[in-house]
């Protein structure tokens, strides 16, 4: 039998409906700020679904376009300005940023109560406390948890199997399947040194795959019945792709996200619910 599809979309429009929602009866208005340097085809991409995304649910959203060639003070004094203007709710920052700059210190440049993408020292370090709600998260891996709550399955002491672990994906999504013990996944973690990749992810009931490599988890990698969520993003000829074979995938998988149209859809949304708790936690 097929996999199910989890579809990214649906779950991204209730909780954007619901955000919708909350913002009209705070009668608020929210500013969400990216902070793009130079020109990038990528990252262009990425500020017209922000955009959009915004408008939908009736969010502000400006773009504050600098030169490919500034300096990484000058860069920084433009953050930490944007930081202490009281209308703005929360800061992105758009990447990749020039070679040049180090994204570490801009992103530490960000106000913890307004990074809205979850990045800076203080939100992750949040994630390690099991008896805290961290308001912000990154939003790559909160759309990884969303998906993984939309198929209705209880994941308390599965198997699950993490493969990559960036600090936006791999690495959170790791503390968040263990932020209540009672509840928790048993995660394991595997990179570019696994020896046996195949042999971890064949016993994953949980797979989450974010290497950005096409084609790498393949039908005969996978448990039968597996929750697969693939977060890759890669582009193949013309076509978008995920890092899993998704057509040998639904064979064996129990679930499955799609690419595009999975993790991707859920990503903005989860943006969106971030900068609503910075907002709130602000008027608290
Ligand atoms: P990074 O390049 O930061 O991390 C990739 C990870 O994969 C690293 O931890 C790396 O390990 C690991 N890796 C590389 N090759 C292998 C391998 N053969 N076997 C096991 N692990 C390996 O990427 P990101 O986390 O930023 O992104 C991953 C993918 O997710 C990309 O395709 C990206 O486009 C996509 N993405 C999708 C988003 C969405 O919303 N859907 C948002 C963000 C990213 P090591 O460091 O040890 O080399």
Request: net charge neutral; aromatic share 2%; proline share 3%.
């Given at each position: 039998m097929n996999?199910k ?5 649906k779950?991204a429009?209730k ?8 913002l009209?009866k705070?009668k ?5 700020v990216a902070?793009?340097v130079?020109?990038n085809p ?8 922000q955009?959009s ?14 030169a490919e060639?500034?300096?990484?003070d000058s860069?920084?004094s433009?953050?930490k300005k944007?930081?202490?203007?009281e209308?703005?709710?929360g800061i ?6 020039p070679p040049?700059i180090?994204?570490?210190k ?5 106000p ?6 979850g990045?800076?020292p203080?939100?992750l370090?949040?994630?390690?406390y ?5 308001v ?15 198929t ?17 994906v791999g690495?959170?999504?790791m ?6 013990l009672?509840?928790s ?5 595997c990179h ?8 971890h992810?064949k016993?994953?009931e ?5 290497v ?14 597996a ?5 890759g993003?890669?582009r ?6 995920g890092?899993?074979?998704f057509d040998?995938?639904?064979?064996v ?6 690419v595009p149209?999975g993790?991707?859809a859920?990503?903005t949304a989860?943006?969106?619910?971030n ?5 709130k936690t602000?008027?608290?």
């Open positions: 996999a599809i989890i579809d990214g979309n779950i429009e909780i954007k409906q619901k955000i919708k929602t909350e009209e705070l608020a208005k929210l500013v969400l902070v793009q130079g020109e990528a990252s262009k991409v990425y500020v017209k679904n955009k995304s915004c408008e939908e649910v009736g969010v502000i959203y400006n773009l504050v376009q600098l060639n500034i300096s990484e860069l920084i433009e953050v944007l930081g202490q203007n209308k703005i709710t992105i920052l758009q990447m990749p940023l040049s180090n994204s570490r801009i992103q530490m440049s960000i913890e109560e307004k990074d809205v993408e990045v800076t203080a939100n370090g949040k994630l390690l099991s008896d805290v709600q961290p912000v998260a990154p939003c790559t891996a909160l759309s990884v948890m969303e998906c993984i709550k939309s209705g399955e209880n994941i308390k002491g599965k198997e699950a199997v993490i493969v990559g672990h960036s600090e936006i690495k959170p999504v503390l968040m399947l263990l932020s209540s009672l509840e996944a048993t995660p394991t973690v570019i040194a696994t020896k046996d990749l195949a042999g992810t016993r994953a949980l797979l989450i795959v974010a950005g490599q096409a084609g790498l988890i393949k039908g005969n990698m996978l448990k039968e019945g929750i697969v969520i693939d977060v993003i890669n193949v000829g013309n076509k978008i792709c890092d899993v074979d040998e995938a639904i064979k998988a129990g679930y499955i996200t799609p149209g993790v991707g859920v990503t989860m943006l969106l619910k900068l609503l708790g910075l907002y602000r008027i608290a």
